[in-house]
């Protein structure tokens, strides 16, 4: 029993340093990634994006997926913060790792990048429609596109295409422009339309179709034009992130690249730099924001009362900090709301920022009373949701707090007034009239 | 027929002209007043139809001063009046002094109610 024990202590111990680098509220970039290889060449031929990774600081830890020691969690605790999974043939992953395992790693807050390819195996089109990505029911299907492949293709069936139709967003892919488009080769995939969650990050030109580049097309082909996405996203209401690529050959080294008909020729095709924003997205370096607590006092205090009155004057504020990846800086931005909000809102009003990260703004109380809560929902594409809320009563007014004489009485008030002085007069001079 | 109808109206308001001057002072000096508490309570029927009843207890309050110092004055004016047989053995002085507690009281109460 005792041995028991003791050796229970000594093995948190040695947990205790594991725990200390993995990414937490106040370090939210991710630290400790798997990356789970079918192959392990891949090391060698996306040596360009693993050592991106490491040299800002990720410990890959490289792993076959059918690996028989493989295990995500250990006593209840999570050994990574991030998973890449670069295996699309793999039916079974191996040790304790399933589909399941993988929702279940997700559902934790952590982060995944899954990439498939032509031979996707229907393990990873499983976790990929866990996320609300469908891929290509033809396991043959490639995307093929005869007006935007790159004039590098080889084989000439035009399935290496130069997309792109990028999402425009400086959140997930950066402030930089990618001039040069971006190399694909693999499977379409499309996104489940009743999903609100994932979206397209590089999505195919109208004029790319998925079908079997070696066989000749029997019936038009069911994923067309820009409905096919290329690389999808998914930012789960846990704010863990999600990328899925229809092909591998996006992460690995590449260069050169001139689309068909189109005279510019690049020298190095934007697969690098899109593909390390990507990850700077998906490992929370970018994007992630923090919100300090709900600050509001009436106009000229301030304590935070417990109860406002119907017609009150208030002001209210909030902090919003952006992690940069190292610290956390003051967030700026002029679309962040505020609802006073009571079954639907009644006062809903756009904060201003300042430089500080300090959102405030100040209102009237409506002429309404109950239990109100200010609401600050903020949902904006590739950042994290934002979901704030304080509860506050609001009272009538007290019997003694109306104003004391009504305006619009006075005509009222003079009448009564002039009938008093009408009958003093009256009654002098119906007594000494002569 | 048209042309007798007028002449009986004027001819029955020069009769009731007439007859009103030879009314006593004081009788006319009551009538006065009435009029004037009956026209200042016209007045604010008039501003409510314009505003609306909000305040509703000052419009009753208003009225009801006017209106009810109107009623004591008639009560007044019928208790005075010499020719009325009913009142013959009636003090016009008790009759002014009942006039006068029951003025106060009515202004108590609209005061009170006038909120």
Same mark, same amino acid.
């Given at each position: 029993?005792?041995?028991?024990?003791?050796?229970?202590?000594?093995?948190?111990?040695f947990?205790?340093?594991?725990?200390?680098?993995?990414?937490?509220?106040?370090?939210?970039?991710?630290?400790?990634?798997?990356?789970?290889?079918?192959?392990?060449?891949?090391?060698?031929?996306?040596?360009?994006?693993?050592?991106?990774?490491?040299?800002?600081?990720?410990?890959?830890?490289?792993?076959?997926?059918?690996?028989?020691?493989?295990?995500?969690?250990?006593?209840?605790?999570?050994?990574?913060?991030?998973?890449?999974?670069?295996?699309?043939?793999?039916?079974r992953?191996g040790?304790?790792?399933?589909?399941?395992?993988?929702?279940?790693?997700?559902?934790?807050?952590?982060?995944?990048?899954?990439?498939?390819?032509?031979?996707?195996s229907?393990?990873?089109?499983?976790?990929?429609?866990?996320?609300?990505?469908?891929?290509?029911?033809?396991?043959?299907?490639?995307?093929?596109?005869?007006?935007?492949?790159?004039?590098?293709?080889?084989?000439?069936?035009?399935?290496?295409?130069?997309?792109?139709?990028?999402?425009?967003?400086?959140?997930?892919?950066?402030?930089?422009k990618?001039?040069?488009?971006?190399?694909?080769?693999?499977?379409?995939?499309?996104?489940?339309?009743?999903?609100?969650?994932?979206?397209?990050?590089?999505?195919?030109?109208?004029?790319?179709?998925?079908?079997?580049p070696?066989?000749?097309?029997?019936?038009?082909?069911?994923?067309?034009?820009?409905?096919?996405?290329?690389?999808?996203?998914?930012?789960?209401?846990?704010?863990?992130?999600?990328?899925?690529?229809?092909?591998?050959?996006?992460?690995?080294?590449?260069?050169?690249?001139?689309?068909?008909?189109?005279?510019?020729?690049?020298?190095?095709?934007?697969?690098?730099?899109?593909?390390?924003?990507?990850?700077?997205?998906?490992f929370h370096?970018?994007?992630?924001?923090k919100?300090?607590?709900?600050?509001?006092?009436?106009?000229?205090?301030?304590?935070?009362?417990?109860?406002?009155?119907?017609?009150?004057?208030?002001?209210?504020?909030?902090e919003?900090?952006?992690?940069?990846?190292?610290?956390?800086?003051?967030?700026?931005?002029?679309?962040?709301q505020?609802?006073?909000?009571?079954m639907?809102?009644?006062?809903?009003?756009?904060?201003?920022?300042?430089?500080?990260?300090?959102?405030?703004?100040?209102?009237?109380?409506?002429d309404?009373?109950?239990?109100?809560?200010?609401?600050?929902?903020?949902?904006?594409?590739g950042?994290?949701?934002?979901?704030?809320?304080?509860?506050?009563?609001?009272?009538?007014?007290?019997?003694?707090?109306?104003?004391?004489?009504?305006?619009?009485?006075?005509?009222?008030?003079?009448a009564?007034?002039?009938?008093?002085?009408?009958?003093?007069?009256?009654?002098?001079?119906?007594?000494y009239?002569k | 027929?048209?042309?007798?109808?007028?002449?009986?109206?004027?001819?029955?308001?020069?009769?009731?002209?007439?007859?009103?001057?030879?009314?006593p002072?004081?009788?006319?000096?009551?009538?006065?007043?009435?009029c004037? =508490?009956?026209f200042? #309570?016209?007045?604010?029927?008039a501003?409510?139809? *314009? %505003?609306?009843?909000?305040?509703?207890?000052? &419009? !009753?309050?208003?009225?009801?001063?006017?209106?009810?110092?109107?009623?004591?004055a008639?009560?007044?004016?019928?208790?005075?009046?010499?020719?009325?047989?009913?009142?013959?053995?009636? =003090?016009?002085?008790? #009759?002014?002094?009942?006039?006068?507690?029951?003025? *106060? %009281?009515?202004?108590?109460?609209?005061?009170? &109610? !006038?909120?």
């Amino acid at each position: 029993m005792m041995n028991l024990s003791r050796s229970v202590a000594l093995i948190s111990l040695f947990l205790l340093p594991l725990l200390s680098f993995s990414f937490s509220v106040d370090n939210p970039t991710d630290r400790r990634v798997l990356v789970l290889l079918d192959d392990l060449s891949l090391k060698s031929s996306h040596s360009i994006f693993f050592n991106n990774l490491k040299s800002r600081g990720f410990d890959l830890d490289f792993k076959l997926a059918d690996d028989s020691k493989l295990a995500l969690q250990r006593y209840g605790q999570y050994l990574f913060d991030g998973l890449i999974i670069f295996a699309p043939s793999t039916e079974r992953l191996g040790g304790s790792l399933d589909s399941k395992s993988i929702a279940d790693f997700v559902d934790s807050g952590r982060d995944l990048i899954l990439s498939a390819d032509t031979s996707a195996s229907d393990l990873i089109r499983g976790i990929a429609t866990e996320c609300g990505v469908d891929f290509d029911e033809d396991s043959s299907a490639m995307v093929i596109d005869h007006t935007s492949f790159s004039v590098s293709d080889v084989d000439g069936d035009h399935t290496l295409i130069a997309a792109d139709d990028l999402v425009k967003s400086d959140v997930i892919l950066g402030k930089a422009k990618i001039e040069a488009p971006v190399l694909f080769r693999g499977v379409a995939h499309s996104l489940n339309p009743t999903n609100n969650l994932v979206f397209k990050v590089l999505s195919a030109s109208p004029s790319a179709y998925s079908a079997n580049p070696s066989s000749k097309l029997s019936s038009p082909p069911q994923l067309t034009g820009s409905a096919i996405s290329l690389v999808s996203v998914m930012q789960a209401r846990n704010n863990a992130r999600v990328v899925i690529s229809g092909s591998l050959q996006l992460f690995s080294d590449r260069s050169g690249v001139q689309k068909a008909g189109s005279q510019n020729q690049y020298e190095k095709s934007g697969n690098e730099q899109f593909v390390t924003e990507l990850s700077k997205w998906v490992f929370h370096e970018r994007g992630h924001l923090k919100a300090g607590s709900l600050v509001h006092h009436r106009v000229g205090e301030t304590d935070e009362p417990a109860i406002y009155r119907i017609k009150d004057d208030l002001e209210f504020s909030v902090e919003i900090y952006e992690w940069s990846g190292k610290s956390w800086e003051p967030y700026v931005a002029n679309d962040v709301q505020v609802q006073f909000y009571m079954m639907s809102p009644y006062v809903l009003k756009t904060l201003s920022a300042d430089k500080k990260g300090l959102f405030h703004t100040s209102f009237k109380v409506p002429d309404v009373y109950g239990v109100f809560q200010f609401k600050v929902e903020y949902e904006k594409l590739g950042y994290t949701t934002l979901s704030l809320s304080k509860q506050i009563p609001v009272r009538p007014y007290r019997h003694n707090e109306y104003e004391r004489f009504i305006p619009t009485a006075y005509p009222y008030y003079g009448a009564c007034f002039t009938t008093m002085a009408g009958f003093f007069v009256f009654s002098f001079v119906y007594l000494y009239h002569k | 027929m048209v042309k007798s109808t007028t002449k009986d109206a004027r001819d029955l308001f020069h009769t009731l002209r007439s007859a009103y001057v030879a009314t006593p002072t004081n009788l006319k000096i009551i009538d006065l007043y009435v009029c004037f =508490a009956v026209f200042t #309570a016209l007045i604010q029927v008039a501003y409510m139809a *314009l %505003v609306g009843s909000f305040p509703f207890n000052s &419009f !009753l309050s208003g009225v009801l001063s006017c209106i009810g110092t109107a009623v004591l004055a008639v009560c007044l004016r019928i208790q005075v009046n010499k020719e009325n047989k009913e009142f013959k053995n009636l =003090a016009p002085e008790r #009759a002014f002094a009942d006039f006068v507690l029951c003025n *106060l %009281v009515l202004h108590l109460v609209i005061i009170n &109610f !006038l909120g």
